[in-house]
Nanobody, 122 residues
Framework: QVQLVESGGGLVQAGGSLRLSCAAS??????MGWFRQAPGKEREFVAA????????KYADSVKGRFTISRDNPKNTVSLQMNSLKPDDTGVYYC?????????????????WGQGTQVTVSS
């Protein structure tokens, strides 16, 4: 059974930091990514990383503030979020893709976690 389980969400003040983690089990993924969904909005791409760890992609809105990393032996992916803004509020989802799909396209990911809430207060 393939599972992705996120952790690390919470409430933080603007300017603060949070670190999200996602533990995968059941298989490994060529690409792992993070997406988020704010209330009343569509799910949007945040960041992704290929198996090697050398190739990453970020949404323009988080570049310079968020850093994605992965630990292949542990089959985990993390998202370090700094300088958080109220607009970063939402449910953050971890996703795993088994092929070399476009990194920012949600349709290319095969497995999804249940999500973890991130709330940034002003």
């Amino acid at each position: 059974q393939v599972q992705l389980v996120e952790s690390g969400g919470g409430l933080v003040q603007a300017g603060g930091s949070l670190r999200l983690s996602c533990a995968a089990s059941g298989r490994t993924f060529s690409t792992m990514g993070w997406f988020r969904q704010a209330p009343g909005k569509e799910r949007e791409f945040v960041a992704a990383i290929r198996w090697s760890g050398r190739t990453t992609k970020y949404a323009d809105s988080v570049k310079g503030r968020f850093t994605i990393s992965r630990d292949n032996p542990k089959n985990t992916v993390s998202l370090q979020m700094n300088s958080l803004k109220p607009d970063d509020t939402g449910v953050y989802y971890c996703a795993g893709g088994i092929s070399l799909q476009p990194m920012g396209d949600a349709a290319g990911y095969n497995y999804w976690g249940q999500g973890t809430q991130v709330t940034v207060s002003s």
